[in-house]
């Protein structure tokens, strides 16, 4: 039976890792690691003072996809940081759509239904955390995924408690995209 990490985890350090090898490693608050190993097969969490504990990213993988497979959707009311998104992510993703707003966003996750949704938090109409309410309470098995320029503790527990799954800061977009590969390539569904 496959386990699964927190809903919430705010990761601070991606390790880079050969092109040629898929192994890589998320780095958690607290020094908590998540890595993947290819030759074994596994995922390993590791907690600091204990050993790895193999898990499954992903808490149901009843459908394997390809690698371009997955819907994003993308929520920021900076048009030039939706547009970076995109251009960074599109090699991952059979369809990319955009929104302005939390309130669009909402909207436009109820027509298309994504597996992934990058939200800014501060924004017109809807903020991203309200907006992240909203979608988790149509969908509880969405990834949704804070990309902001706010690092404030308030923010981070807002949007653990409204239901976000990860929290990057724009500063490290690289994080952002080495995530989303790993949920794709390792992961199969994101359903």
């Not at 390809?66 to 960074?88: A, C, P, S, Y």
């Not at 939390?102 to 924004?123: K, N, Q």
């Not at 990834?143 to 929290?167: H, L, N, W």
């Amino acid at each position: 039976m496959p386990m699964s990490i927190a809903p919430f985890c705010e990761v601070t350090h991606v390790a880079d890792a050969p092109s040629a090898s898929p192994d890589w490693a998320l780095q958690f608050q607290d020094s908590d690691t998540l890595s993947r190993n290819t030759q074994k097969n596994e995922w390993n969490y590791l907690l600091p003072g204990r050993p790895g504990l193999p898990l499954l990213w992903c808490a149901a993988q009843s459908v394997n996809h390809g690698q371009n497979d997955m819907k994003l959707l993308i929520v920021d009311d900076n048009k030039g940081m939706r547009t970076t998104l995109r251009e960074l992510l599109e090699s991952l993703c059979k369809e990319i759509r955009e929104s302005a707003d939390g309130e669009d966003a909402v909207s436009a996750y109820a027509a298309f239904r994504p597996d992934v949704v990058l939200m800014d938090i501060r924004m017109p109409r809807l903020d991203g955390i309200e907006a992240t309410r909203k979608i988790r309470s149509m969908d509880e098995s969405v990834r949704i995924i804070m990309v902001t320029d706010y690092d404030e503790q308030d923010y981070r527990e807002g949007a653990r408690k409204a239901g976000a799954s990860y929290f990057f800061n724009k500063d490290n977009l690289i994080a952002v995209r080495n995530c989303l590969e790993g949920l794709v390539s390792n992961c199969g569904s994101l359903n």
